[in-house]
Nanobody, 125 residues
Framework: VQLQASGGGLVQAGGSLRLSCAASGRAFSNHVMGWFRQAPGREREFVARIMWNSGTTYYEDSVKGRFTISADNAKNTVYLQMNSLKPEDTAVYYC???????????????????WGQGTQVTVSS
């Protein structure tokens, strides 16, 4: 399984970026796909997740209304559209894939078996 994250960059506060995560190596219909981020000196934290088969989503409170996670089944790609970016959104963003186990939230890194390499997002004030 390979996850390839891309789309990071430098943007001013209030701007937008769209991250992509291309998945390959297996079928992902029974998986949950998530985005996490990690700022320097901080633990990796949950941002958003989507269940590939149903499309249901869940967000961390600080990104609700600003970020949107989506999936393109035909392209095996998951996206994170980030709008109204703030300096505190600055971090390395990781995509991850995990097996569905009947849970709902899937907000902890331990729920995910596969990780992409990360893409840097820097928001200047």
């Amino acid at each position: 399984v390979q996850l390839q994250a891309s789309g990071g960059g430098l943007v001013q506060a209030g701007g937008s970026l769209r991250l992509s995560c291309a998945a390959s190596g297996r079928a992902f219909s029974n998986h949950v796909m998530g985005w996490f981020r990690q700022a320097p000196g901080r633990e990796r934290e949950f941002v958003a997740r989507i269940m590939w088969n149903s499309g249901t989503t869940y967000y961390e409170d600080s990104v609700k209304g600003r970020f949107t996670i989506s999936a393109d089944n035909a392209k095996n790609t998951v996206y994170l559209q980030m709008n109204s970016l703030k300096p505190e959104d600055t971090a390395v963003y990781y995509c991850a894939a995990g097996y569905l186990d009947g849970s709902y939230f899937y907000t902890t890194p331990q729920k995910y078996s596969y990780w992409g390499q990360g893409t840097q997002v820097t928001v200047s004030s």
